[in-house]
Structure formats: C-alpha cells, structure tokens
C-alpha cells in the first residue's frame, strides 16, 4: 500500500492537490481552499507535482505570517474583488442611488453626504470587521459616492459639504491602507528628485515639520489654501516677511513637484499670498564690523577664549576659538565650517563642499593667520561639535553672541551684527585690499551670472591665494582725505 501523501487526493483515477488555507490567510488570498488538478499523470509524477506545490505553499503561508507581507497583499486581494463583492457599505449607497450600471441614473447630491455618513458609520460600528473589511467597505463607497460618474455640486455649500466628507472617507482609508502621498512622503521624494543637498535638506525638514506639526501629516491632496493661509499668519506673528518666505520655499518646491508629477492635480499655493518685506537690502542684510571692530573683537577672543573658562570644556572652548577664527579669515559660512572633513583641509587649502548649492562648492587658499589650523583641525579639533546633530553651529553662535554681547565692554550690540556677518566683513576686507568682483564671489561661493560660468573655472588658485594673503578684517584703512602710510606727501613734491 503505497504510502499517504498529504494535500494529495484521488477521484476516479484522476489526482489532485487539496489545501486548506490558514484561517489566518483566508482573507488575505480571498480564499479558503487551494485546488489543484494534477492532469492525466501517474501516481509517481502526482505525488511529485503535489510535493512542489506543497512547498511553495509552505513558503507562502510563512512570508504572511509577516504582517509587512500580509498587509499589502490582503489590500490588492481586496482591491481586485472590490468590483463583484457586495457589502454593507454598498447596498446603503444602492438604497439612496439605486443600482450601478453603465449609465447611473441621476444623483441627487443633496442626499449624498448624509447617505455617505450613514454608510461610514454603519461601517465602524460593525464589531465583525476587522481594518481590512473597513478599508473595502470605504473604497466601495468612495468610488461609488465619488467616482468620476458623479458631477461636483455646483452650490457653493453643498460643494464645501462634498469635499468635505470626501477627504473624511479618504482620510479613513490613508489611515488603514498608508497613503504613499503624505506630506512628508512626498516631500522626501522631492529632495530627492530636487537633490536637495543634506545641510539644506536638514532646514527643508524643519520648515516642512512646522506644517506638519500645524495640519497633521495628511494626504498632499487634502491640503488646501485655507490650510496654508491659516499656517502663513500663524508663522507670520513672530517672524518677518524674508523668514516667512523661506518658510515657505521648501512648501512651494514641494507643491510644484507634486504637480508636475501628478500627485494632485491643483496647486494651492496660488490661492495664497505672502506679505513682501519692503525693507531695503541694507537694511535686511547683516552688517559686516568695521576693522577697529574686529580687533577689539581679536582681542576679547584671546582674552576670553584662549585660557580656561568657566562652565567650559578646553576642548570646546579652543574650539570655538578656531572656528571663529577660520570664519573671519575666509568668509566661510558658519555650517561650512562645522562639517569640513578630513580630507577637504591641508597645509594650502580648504575645500568647501556640499554646502548651499552646486555653486558654493570651492577651495580657499589657507591664510597665514591660519597656518596652524590643518594641525589642530587633524588632531580632532572641532569633533567636540558632532554631538550636536540637529545644528553643530548652535553652540559658536550662542558663545560668540555671549561674548560681544556680554563679555566685551563697552559691547558690540548692534542688532544687525552676528556671527554670519564674519562673512561680509571679510568680503569687504578683500574688496578694500585691491579684489575684483571675480575674486570676491570665487572666495565667497556665488555663482558666476550667465552661460560664461560654463566655460570659465575662475580665478586660478595662485591669484586668490594672493587676494587671501593680502586682506585681513582688522587692518584700517584711511579715509579718502587722509594722508595713508604709502608715501603720498612725498608723490606729491
């Protein structure tokens, strides 16, 4: 007697393949039982065809038991039955509409959010089904209530009620099946595609969250003018009209991408206005310190800065030190310097990359005040400032504006005067040593105007080690009706 073979089954002489599904599965495949008919086969060539199959099943049966597998599985099994599975759902819209057909009768649209939330609610009041019967029963009455058969009201208030209760039915959905086009879902293809460079990415992230934070991380095509009207005056209540609009780059880039992708098919942002900021540039820029500025400035560095300090590792504090130092005698940007690396710092050069943009990438020949920084920078110099994985520059800004705020007397307390205005202070030192407008953006990282930037690499590093060595922020030059130290009495004899 030959020996029984599981999940084989003989009728007349003619085999098959018989499975129960797992309870567990049912749902998930759409069925209960796997039938199988082997053919006109031998018993022998049954038996192997019933052991392969039986294999395949097992491995089946154990990539569902992952609920990550299981999930979308069961979604497209459902998705495929939506169109000939009758539910609850469906014959509560059936009873307003009557039957779907190819050419549905006439649909009184006052009747349809009140049908739509009796539908709704007979669904999550049902103690039988579990999220996946929930997420059928909405589709089917998403698509019957809202599909493209039925024309949008055309009254205002009976429009506002059915977009309203549309985006609830499609909010229960994204809430059970995960909507892919979230905000922050498409905001992370959006750097992508944008390749948003990481210390930008990083902002984005944070102005981005701040709508999050406001709206809920809702599907991008829920989010509508009155959201971004009612975020713009929240923000615009404690910032100016320039930090209200860098709010708002990333929230544009972002809608405008979804667009082009066709993620949603209006953009809500041209309903929306942002204030312009009237100031001039000068009085919306940082102001750069003037030279005797800057050497008082040196002086309370090393005074403060360069012995031990309380409440201050000497670590950090020799850190802070060079920093400082780098950005005044380089116009590097303050996250710039924060994340150099290794390699991008020698005994002629650093190298700046991956900053604000593809333009900002450039070498800066090293100046002779900071000949030793390749030294300490290698010995781990500036490494105390990775912890601080949100915003490395925090603790220089904040140590820096304690300094000429507090600690230098009388203080440099000009409003307009922080950190980043090392920046335009060395542009102006290099402008008043004999630079040109070439040298000044190759130093600086601005992008040269027009096509000749495809064709021209700049500057060649010998003359702008040259502008480098030439300029320092502290030396004061005299006024155009003084006598300077060149001689210029003795050219006049």
Known sequence: MPKKILHLKENGGRYFYRRRVPERHQKTLGIKMWNRPCGDVSYQKAVALVTGWAEEHDLLIQSLDDPTVSRPVRQATEAQAMSDRL????????????????????????????????????????????????????????????????????NPDDRDEFDLIKRKLERRISEIAGDPNTITRVAERYYDFASIRPG????????????????????????????????????????????????????????????????????PMGLVKLQKDKRSVEERKWKPYRPEQMQRLFEAMDRFWGQPIRNMS???????????????????????????????????????????????????????????????????GLRCFEVQTKDRV???????????RELMDPPLDEPQQVLYSLRSTFSNAMRRAGADPTMRRAILGHKEAGALRHYDDGPEFILKRNAIRATDPRTVYPDDDEDDDLGADDDRN
């Not at 059936?94 to 009768?105: Q, T």
């Not at 809702?218 to 100016?240: C, E, S, V, W």
């Not at 709010?247 to 667009?259: C, D, E, Q, R, W």
């Not at 310097?337 to 710092?345: A, I, K, R, Y």
Request: glycine share 4%.
């Open 200 to 267: 930008v990415r990083s902002k984005y992230r944070r102005n981005i969250g701040k709508l999050v934070s406001a709206v809920g991380d809702i599907p991008l095509a829920h989010l509508t003018a009155g959201h971004l009207r009612t975020f713009r005056d929240a923000q615009a209540k404690t910032m100016l009209g320039t930090s209200l609009a860098a709010v708002f780059t990333p929230i544009k880039g972002l809608l405008n991408f979804a667009v082009d992708e066709q993620i949603i098919q209006d953009n």
């Open 394 to 404: 925090q603790s220089v800004r904040h140590n820096f504006e304690r300094l000429t």
């Open 87 to 154: 539910s609850i759902a469906e014959s509560a819209m059936h009873a307003v509409f009557g039957p779907s057909a190819a050419n549905p009768p006439p649909i009184n649209l006052a009747d349809l959010p009140r049908a739509t939330r009796i539908t709704m609610q007979m669904t999550e009041q049902n103690g039988r089904f579990d999220e996946q019967d929930r997420l059928i029963r909405y589709r089917t009455t998403l698509a019957e209530a809202f599909g493209p058969h039925v024309a949008p009201p055309s």
């Open 314 to 380: 000497d670590d950090r504090r020799r850190s802070i030190w060079w920093a400082v130092r780098v950005m005044a005698f380089t116009a590097m940007r303050p996250k710039e310097v924060m994340w150099l690396e290794p390699s991008d710092v020698t005994d002629r050069w650093i190298r700046i990359r991956r900053s604000k943009n593809a333009g900002s990438d450039r070498v800066i020949p090293l100046h002779p005040e900071l000949a030793k920084f390749p030294e300490f920078f290698h010995a781990g």
